[in-house]
């Protein structure tokens, strides 16, 4: 079971910036593929970025140039950088690990509030 924690988020003003990380409990960090999902009150929980255990990424469209994922496998931990921050951004925001063999693994969500 790989536990996950979440940091980072917080209340930011339109167009601020925010890193999220999030720390695996585990040794095997290296072979998870690693994402950020987000999920705003009403709406359905929807996938934000991922990184493949060889570093590929992927972001959704409506992030594309003001989000970036990355992760460093030396500190069991990945990362979304958050620029030119919305208000339609404000969502509790969960990391997730998927192993080779398939298994998911969620942490508890830190919450992104775009205010001003």
């Known amino acids: 079971q790989v536990q996950l924690v979440e940091s980072g988020g917080g209340l930011v003003q339109p167009g601020g910036s925010l890193r999220l990380s999030c720390a695996a409990s585990?040794?095997?960090?290296?072979?998870?593929?690693m994402g950020w999902y987000r999920q705003a009150p009403g709406k359905q929980r929807e996938l934000v970025a991922d990184i493949t255990s060889r570093g590929g990424t992927r972001h959704a469209d409506f992030v594309k140039g003001r989000f970036t994922i990355s992760r460093d496998n030396a500190k069991n931990t990945v990362y979304l950088q958050m620029n030119n921050l919305k208000p339609e951004d404000t969502a509790l925001y969960y990391c997730n690990a998927k192993s080779p063999w398939g298994t998911s693994n969620w942490g508890q969500g830190t919450q992104v509030t775009v205010s001003s």
């Open positions: 585990v040794s095997t960090f290296s072979i998870y593929a």
